[in-house]
């Protein structure tokens, strides 16, 4: 199934500065999402990007989506001290399949 | 309201026990999933079931048998547990096969000694 890989691994960042975080792919893909996960939880959904778009917002987040180099990123704008967690891209192909990457772990110093 | 619940979220077993975790969603959704996260926290999907129907079988031992009893429920049936089976299994569940957002439980974190 479709993998995706997250660049860093790991981050650490002041309150207040931008956070972005890469992911890479390796077919076509139906749409790419991340995902947060906080210590211990489960996964919480950010945002979806379809393959035929190339940017989207919401809030303080900004994804984009470049399908010829099959890779996206994720960037978190004036981040909190609660934005630390880990982040996760998942691409997922027209029949629904997609495995997560080992994430990239924020933290966000105060 | 739990949106999608899992039960045990803990589970402490000896290798060979057969265990099972418990998945149900309120969500009206019709596919769910289950999913394993290793100690790394490379998450990967194990199975997939619309409507009760199998769509999804990742290379998966077949000692672990999900089993759908209705929309709502997918249940993880695991036999002879091995040390390797130790992860946290989280359950998820979406509107429709491919229609985007996983909405995920808290997970079950399994420990085969």
């Known amino acids: 199934s479709q993998q995706g890989e997250e660049d860093p691994q790991a981050l650490s960042i002041q309150e207040g500065e931008n956070a972005t975080m890469n992911c890479s792919y390796k077919t076509s893909i139906n749409n790419l999402q991340w995902y947060r996960q906080n210590s211990g939880r489960g996964l919480v959904h950010l945002i979806l990007i379809r393959s035929n778009e190339r940017e989207k917002h919401s809030g303080r987040l900004r994804v984009t989506l470049d399908t010829s180099k099959k890779s996206s990123s994720l960037l978190i704008t004036a981040s909190r001290a609660a934005d630390t967690a880990s982040y996760f891209c998942?691409?997922?192909?027209?029949?629904?399949?997609?495995?997560f990457g080992d994430g990239t772990t924020l933290t966000v110093k105060p | 309201d739990t949106a999608v619940s899992q039960t045990p979220k803990y589970l402490v077993t000896q290798m060979g026990n057969d265990k099972s975790i418990k998945c149900e969603q309120n969500?009206?959704?019709?596919?769910m999933y289950w999913y394993k996260q290793d100690s790394k926290k490379f998450l990967k999907i194990m199975f997939s079931?619309?409507?009760?129907?199998?769509?999804i079988n990742e290379t998966v031992p077949n000692r672990f048998s999900p089993k759908s009893p209705d929309k709502a429920h997918l249940n993880l049936h695991i036999n002879s547990l091995e040390l390797g089976d130790s992860a946290v299994y989280f359950c998820?569940?979406?509107?429709?096969?491919?229609?985007?957002?996983?909405?995920f439980g808290e997970g079950s974190r399994l420990t085969v000694l």
């Open positions: 969500l009206g959704h019709d596919t």
């Open positions: 998820a569940s979406s509107l429709r096969t491919n229609t985007g957002e996983l909405f």
């Open positions: 079931y619309n409507n009760k129907e199998l769509i």
């Open positions: 998942a691409p997922f192909t027209n029949a629904g399949k997609s495995t």
